[in-house]
């Protein structure tokens, strides 16, 4: 029988976008203009409650630019900033690359976040930020977090790559900590192609990045501050405004995916479905299962099996923790974080994206439970 693939992503860019695009190349205006400043405008009133936006070429110029723009500092040495182990290098390297050490805390294996306890265990005299990742569109936990960071005196930065419209208690990522960073990655709950947003309640911080994407200047050949070019263009937020308008339904879309897929995993023995804690609003980037028990080579099988066997494409996000990474490995001699470790053995992200059918969802309910038996 001839299946179609299910892919584990699958970016949706349509007429709408392809119009916008076309109307932006025609007015001969397509560097950083009027469609980036409504983008940021309609990003803070839809995605963050209101906050400053400043829009940038990618999630990682985002948090790069708000790192420098944070002007961390320690008496003792490099500012040290804690961030998670399991995320995207862009969280540590953003980091890196202003001169701050990144270190590496440990995740709470059930949500897949930042663990409070292995946070505080971390903290030095330099610390200076602690970078929380909404990872899988999951918010942190914040309650701890904040409380944590205020009782140190520290700054919190937020990772929302992964999270638009993720929320706890109706309060959305990225306005709880100094800044958060979004990106618009192709893969990502929403799209510019390559792109990024600032969200900040500090005016003088957005000013910052602001200066900081654009060589330093406000006025023209006035620079004041050492900066970038790191300017969104206007072709990307003309994308970027139609797939605003479409976001909400399209998270409506992965959390019913979710929850089937959530009905439908219940009671595969060995299959830990995404638990969500109460009053959390998790927007479902990934659908993460963990293979309870798996060695990273019998996930590995599973994951060929689901595609050979069954045409379902997964992902493993992410096999290898950033502190064994040959390039931030440096910065984390020795350490050892067993429920990352845990975690990278046994994580696989099934598709959960909004173009998913209702056969679709069956498939892929069917194929796991039929692998993770045969493998049993
Ligand atoms: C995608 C992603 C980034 C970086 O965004 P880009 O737009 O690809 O630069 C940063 N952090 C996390 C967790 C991500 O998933």
Redesign the pocket.
Known sequence: MSREFIPAAKPIIGDEERAAVDAVLASGMVVQGPQVAAFEEEFSTQVVAGAHCVAVN??????HLATLASNLKAEGGAPEVIVPSF??A??GNSVAITGAKPVFADIDPVTFTLDPASVEAAITDNTVAIEV?H?YGLPANMDAIMELAARHHLAVFE?C??AHGAAINGKPVGTFGAWG?F???PT?NMTTL???IVSTSDAELARRVRLLRNQGMEKQYANELVGLNNRMTDVAAAVGRVQLKKLDGWTEARRANAAALDAGLADVPGVITPHVPDGYRHVY?QYTIRLEGATAAERDAAQSALREEWQVGSGVYYPIPNHRLDSLAPYAPDLELPNTELVARECLSLPVHPSLSQADLDRIVQAVDAVVKAGA
Do not use: R
């Open positions: 990618s999630g990682t110029s985002a948090q995320t995207f862009a969280t990742v990872l990772d790559a992964q960073s990106s618009f990655y990502k390559e792109g990024g980037h």
